[in-house]
């Protein structure tokens, strides 16, 4: 019986309107995947958009007790998160020399819940332990660290049938996250009206970031691999390269290290909107 398998995927790929074929064939193939092997945990790293995390925004974090949301026409509910587990392995990350943090409650946003929604149908559809990354406020860790971190939660949950998820977008700019995080807490309303017209004022002064694909196309390179050669390099001028968004990709290297497997990509779309969908399995 196999014991592990990796997704790795972009968020807002089902969202309503959006027109995203290929991926969304993907998710879905993605999908009948995770059915098929039926995992008795689902480890998810995930990030957040600065909502979840704001007086204190820890560089990695094992969350005990998650909600999601509902943001973003994202599901709403409770995660069926095995808390015990979750303190096992934050004693065996400090034991390993790694600062993590224990998130004992958090209400996860879309970067957790579409993913979750598009995987397992449900948000307590089976056991998800929350493993947040900061992608959203810099400084942030290095892929290298991440890829560290990663690869201890594998070794971690080695004897169980896991599934590991990476959520978050591929080159991408978001000039709402351009400004630093001040702690502020906003309502939902209030946050979509600054984003809207941080938005709108960076398409008026014409600061929008033009991106390649050349970012993405190194990137996936190296998860479809089993080198870590490639991960000092990937970050290198990273915002100038794959806009500010890229920096998500912590969450799949901390997948693709836990899942300890080269990755296959099963659809990818440049658009400077960072959407693909990875798989990988191993016996």
Not at 12 to 34: D, F, K, M, Q, S
Not at 45 to 62: I, K, L, M, Q
């Amino acid at each position: 019986m196999k014991k592990r398998l990796t997704v790795c995927a972009s968020h807002l790929i089902t969202l309503p309107g959006a027109p995203h074929g290929p991926v969304r064939e993907a998710i879905g193939a993605a999908r009948e995947a995770v059915d098929e092997f039926d995992p008795e945990l689902v480890v998810f790293f995930g990030t957040d958009h600065r909502r979840a995390f704001r007086s204190v925004v820890p560089t990695f974090a094992v969350v005990l007790e998650a909600t999601a949301r509902g943001d973003v026409a994202g599901p709403t509910g409770s995660y069926d998160v095995p808390a015990d587990l979750g303190r096992a392995l934050v004693a065996d990350l400090v034991a390993h020399e790694f600062d993590i943090a224990t998130a004992y409650s958090a209400a996860l946003d879309h970067a957790f819940g579409h993913t979750t929604r598009d995987l397992l149908g449900a948000v307590d559809a089976k056991p998800v332990l929350p493993i947040f990354v900061n992608c959203a406020s810099p400084p942030h860790a290095t892929f290298r660290r991440a890829a560290a971190l990663g690869r201890r939660v594998g070794e971690f949950f080695a004897d169980k049938r896991v599934l590991y998820v990476g959520s978050g977008g591929l080159a991408h700019d978001l000039p709402g996250f351009r400004e630093p995080e001040t702690g502020a807490v906003l309502t939902e309303e209030e946050r979509q009206t600054w984003i809207k017209d941080v938005n709108e004022r960076a398409r008026r002064e014409g600061t929008i970031r033009e991106l390649v694909r050349t970012w993405d196309e190194a990137f996936l390179a190296g998860i479809c691999g089993t080198s870590w050669e490639w991960l000092d390099e990937i970050g290198t001028d990273l915002v100038e390269r794959g806009g500010n968004g890229a920096a998500e990709c912590l969450t799949w290297t901390a997948a693709w290290a836990a899942g300890a497997q080269p990755l296959r990509t099963l659809a990818h779309e440049f658009d400077a909107s960072g959407r693909a969908v990875v798989i990988t399995e191993s016996a």
